[in-house]
């Protein structure tokens, strides 16, 4: 019986894990191990843990890692105590493999964690390009990892060239896209967001179109997070189209962002943005599927919308360097450029679907690929 | 004015910066903050922190980091502790540059914490091969560091294949070579080690020839160090070449090594082993540099004795894949074998001087580098 | 030049303690140093770090602490990172003694490393009965402090009994009652707390009386939390007098107190509700003074209260034992009897000041010892 | 089933628990919880776990926490790191009650962990007179405690007096003399302790009587430390007795002793020295037993050789306030004023045996006082 332990420390990462997790489960030889860390145990973000207590997997550990503070040092320091907590996770459960997910200080904590206690190291979503700290951390993880299973040719040749052995680099698609993947087989929106989730603002009509947006701060420019925020509320409120607007997830900034927001809201009081501070992945995806335009810097934009063919105003350089879709607009943190890209992509409607990240069928990919790979944590770079 | 912030967090370490740290503390437009971290505070390692201060640098901040227990988990604990600890010492230094040096633990704290606090990190001696998890955290620290002083033109070539921007990977070659060079200028040995530095075990008259032994633990199959070890002490032994024994540096591990260099002291009393718990590096070399033959598996058998023509038995994967001049011998870990190279280096007697890992002018070059590059933390896959 | 570290890890600390600072920094034989900690760095609890810097304090040393998660055993996890967090702080200040406030977990942090780091521990405000986890903090800080600078002759008395030495232990008055007297001496309200501070909620006008309702979880019931705070709520709405609500300071239950607010806010939409997170404490009680009552479990209305004459209805248990005036009306968690007992209060009107916790003249005091003690840490239980 | 969970942080800890731990794991109404934490998992400190395991316990949780470097600072954050860790390990185990014994700072972070974990908290030895740091630390445990477990009368006196209500302070006598009750039974030495436990320095005779040597550092004047092991060591080698000389336990400080011994070991390679890094608890009663006089600051001198008769020649301050029966001969450090006292204790042999500490039966009443308690965590000062 293979142990697989997977750490889940944000929203994003179980949504982008969680077909693979459906089968993981399902396998008889293996027994599955999942961590909830850092924010996915957080009120604040929307206790992701929860979700997935619901969606009927059992947690073998709850680390609580993130150090308050929202500044540089605390993110170190956040990622410091993870790895002294997720070290005395690992030690009572014992996995044979530990599996983590993109990019984040969280998901450092648990490579350098597994790596120090010799379990060997499994990383989604290795070789591509982002920008920022995240693009320094999300190599560093494939310099740790044993294995390394990723959305695509391009990022395979990445992972190859950085000095991974080629057998240990696999291309899966992106977990990411099975969900999306469902909901175009059956994309009906068979509820009403406000009324599910509630949320704080403007009473919103999605009957007639509808925009989505989620902008997340730029760690390293932290101070510009409230102004850059602005420039999207700016543009959206004067669109006069409605929108819902969801929180950002916690990092250095978050602050700058969130104060940003309650700021405009309170000095603006838009009367058609409605706020949410989460939502369920799948309803998430289906709520963007039926929306006219993504605007923000989500990755969302970049991954599920190509596939899922929803326009994208994507804003700043969180994504830069990303393969991306014909469907994304890419504009600078300025509310006139914003609004056009809006209207540009309002005009031009739903794209095609593209499967540059996937075609839906990652999680099965990927829950085979760990079952079947040889415990080892050995390497040597492969020049 | 600079702020230019180097982490010593091991005595070879700061064997190896030496002569950089010399001419930055040289220089009018840097101020040089020395952080003295992990065992190079520690008693048991022989307080490297004292000779640090007795060679004239002012130590600007003291990290204690190392959690007792040598396990795999309180390597990663360890790790963990440093990276809050060091994220501490950075806020209250407010350096413009951190420098770290080499592949271990306390090494990657540093570049995390550097990393997440947006200070411009330099790596020193990236682009190396090792093995063991070294192997992993050199190349993990290499991502997150946005420039390289590298030891020779493989390892820039080596970074530079990881995706490293060509013009942040600068060849200075090794510090450790600058030291080397200073023993081949005036070689002669005026200091009786015995007399000078104490130790342990059997008086050894060393006038005839001797052996200089050194083995570290290999982390990951840190079960297995005290039988390597106990293979490497026959073979000594058995030789009836006196010997002069280095205590290995701490680790997950180190615990097995110690151990079995006890038990074998109390159950075979050898005549011809001395123990020593440390040296002053440069008195280190000396003492190298008038050896028959280093037997173990320290990288100095690798770096400085290629440069000084040392013979060298090298014994088992510590050193696997690193690049080694003529001098070196490899080896198993099986006392007939090591006894075996221990004779045929003899016979053959010293090499003829390799510049491989450099010319004896890295500190130099690194100082000028450091000086010169801008402070950039932002970067991509260069490809 | 004597070196004074006072620790603020909280509103309500910085509060009591603020008439003290002041006097401290106006002498010239005390060099002051306030180190910022925990909640009092976090936007969530209304930044007072920037309320201490705005009054002219400059802070020496900020000291991040709290691990989200308002679990119990993230309130142990906070209390052991502000040890090791303070500890360093300690080392780079050496200062000559050590002050630290009340009974929470962050001022047990601030004691325990003083006290292991040799620094002499003055501590404010031992010697009261609180009850929960306080209760068991507050005594064991006693045990660890050197000076005891006590609020009542009552704290003075219990503090010697536990055996510590008479001349230790001095009755200045609590500082907190230093700022309710300048109210006292010029108690107009000048100024709309809605317009300066913000909020949400309810328009609410003040000009015919006005309830202050502020609850916090207590520790060790804190699935409780919520329903209980769900009681006050419902009799604060139901009184339909407007009401001031501010938000409870962090601790494990928080949650269930915040999540329960919350959701009455949603669920109710209560028309003379309007929520308060933070406010400057100076304005706090002026807004407090005029008030028809205060309700819920603060200290405010067992100490400011009473000295401001401010009927209070207080609820629960957390106040339990504490010596309390005539003007304090205990209840149950019960809507019931909380409405019963502001009726009651609101038709007895102000009370007459009481001077059982200080004078107002506390501040001068407390500078007045601490400027005056000799340095001493060691002790023996007075028996 | 009561989860009684017992923390065992270092030897003398261990020794005075066992008898308690046998009777608590032979009930079939308590799950017994070991945890081996601190020194007790070191092999610096003779690997106290693996005598436990030996002993026939089961671990259930290990818990590494010593940071090392033996500064004031890194004893506060080895308590820091304890409680972080310790949460953990409650948080896995869910005990009903946990239990923590005498005075050390990984005694305190047992007992701060168990109090915000709302986890009822036995204290075994309170109200017992120290000094130094652990005078604090031992009455702050009592105010964080529920249930306190003493010693003697006098001790239960104290601990009431301090507020503690009187009926949860229970007199069960201390567990050490237990042991010591089984040598008085059978006091045959059937073990040569060099044969046994190897050890270095001098081969000694023991036919014809022989010291034993046990120093600790005193915490707050660690610079002394040296100088103060010199005294006893003086003493001890020119009174020309064979002398058993036991390695202290690890406290800010201890490298000073350590080192003073070593130092003391090379220029004067003392004839009739002995010395043992550790013994088993019984072992080292037995050894105590036989001999002539203890030599030292040893709590053992002060409880176990009270019950057994040995003469004891106490030194310094360590012991200051402790009750002690006649067989103490307190000495200054002083190596003139400790070779007197040895010569007295000599003359004078063997004391009657007393049981001020207890009668030898201490495990079974705290096993079942244990069994008993109800599981409470209010509690309120009792005056």
Redesign the interface.
Known sequence: MRKVCVVITARPSYSRIRSALETLKARDDIELQVVAAASA????YGSVVTEIERDGFEIASKV??????????????T??????????A???LQPDFVVTIADR?ET??TA??A????IPLVHIQGGE?T???D???R??????SDYHLVSSEQAR??VV???EAPETVIVTGCPSIDIAARILDAPALEFDPVHKY?GVGAKVDLSNGYLVALQHPVT?EHELARRHVHETLHAAADSGIPALWFWPTPD?GS?GTS?GIRAFR?SHDPSNLHFFKNMAPEDFLRVLYHSSCLVGNSSAGIRECSFLGVPVVNIGGRQ??RDRGPNVLDVDHDRGAIADAIRKQIAHGRYSSDSLYGDGAAGPRIADAIGRIEPR?????N?
Do not use: C, W
Request: proline share 1%; no cysteine; net charge neutral.
């Open positions: 145990l957080l009120d604040r609580y890692m993130v150090l308050e503070g929202e500044q540089p040092s605390t993110m170190a320091k990622t410091g105590i993870g790895m002294i907590e997720l070290a005395t690992f030690d009572n200080h450092l904590a350098v964690a790596a120090y206690m010799n390009i920008g920022s700290i693009e320094k951390v190599h560093a993880i494939t310099k740790l040749e990445r060239r950085m000095g509630g390293t250095a602050d104060r309170e830069l360097g944590i050995h390497k040597r770079l020049y």
